[in-house]
T-cell receptor, first 114, second 108 residues
Framework: KAGVTQTPRYLIKTRGQQVTLSCSPI?????VSWYQQTPGQGLQFLFE???????NKGNFPGRFSGRQFSNSRSEMNVSTLELGDSALYLC?????????????FGPGTRLTVT | QQPVQSPQAVILREGEDAVINCSSS?????VHWYRQKHGEAPVFLMI?????EQKGHEKISASFNEKKQQSSLYLTASQLSYSGTYFC?????????FGTGTRLQVFP
């Protein structure tokens, strides 16, 4: 069974631009969660989507948004990029939800904002 | 509320044991443990559910004290492959929040 895929793997953007990251979950998984990982901060929860609806949201500004499509693929968008948005963005899929089920992480998208 | 992990870093020789702790200020429904090797994605190790059920790795054990809102991960007879950063994730209201991680290094 194919794992979680994320595209692109690397991105370099300029401050003020916007970016869209994509995540394809494992087939049959309906929940997709997004995390931001920076050194020293661990895995910061952004949001979780389930059946095209945002089910949970972390403490990030409104510049961070996402959506999920009917095939469970998910996209994350960051508008008006800031230098502090440079991070590894990970998505994870699970069968039903992140609460009581294991999550499978993708390889991540490394975003660098200059 | 982000759970607090301790210690922040551990250095071991092969064959030694280690305990990683995770504590939360809020009541928990479950605790999740993941390991991330350098340059790789986090990998699931274990879930401990309220009520005592555990799902996960056969060679790694963990405890979940609901009253104290704490969990401990026990790594016995450590192997080189155990090296990595261990994250606990605490769940209440179906929202999984991860700690800042414990870096474990095992040397021969």
């Amino acid at each position: 069974k194919a794992g979680v895929t994320q595209t692109p793997r690397y991105l370099i953007k300029t401050r003020g631009q916007q970016v869209t990251l994509s995540c394809s979950p494992i087939s049959g998984h309906r929940s997709v969660s997004w995390y931001q990982q920076t050194p020293g901060q661990g895995l910061q929860f952004l949001f979780e989507y389930f059946s095209e609806t945002q089910r949970n949201k972390g403490n990030f500004p409104g510049r961070f948004s996402g959506r999920q499509f009917s095939n469970s693929r998910s996209e994350m968008n960051v508008s008006t990029l800031e230098l502090g948005d440079s991070a590894l963005y990970l998505c994870a899929s699970s069968l039903v939800g992140q609460g009581a089920y294991e999550q499978y992480f993708g390889p991540g998208t490394r975003l660098t904002v200059t | 509320q982000q759970p607090v992990q301790s210690p922040q870093a551990v250095i071991l020789r092969e064959g030694e044991d280690a305990v990683i702790n995770c504590s939360s200020s809020k009541a928990l429904y479950s605790v999740h443990w993941y390991r991330q090797k350098h340059g790789e994605a986090p990998v699931f190790l274990m879930i401990l559910l309220k009520g005592g059920e555990q799902k996960g790795h056969e060679k790694i054990s963990a405890s979940f004290n609901e009253k104290k809102q704490q969990s401990s991960l026990y790594l016995t007879a450590s192997q080189l492959s155990y090296s990595g950063t261990y994250f606990c994730g605490t769940d209440f209201t179906d929202k999984l929040i991860f700690g800042t991680g414990t870096r474990l290094q095992v040397f021969p």
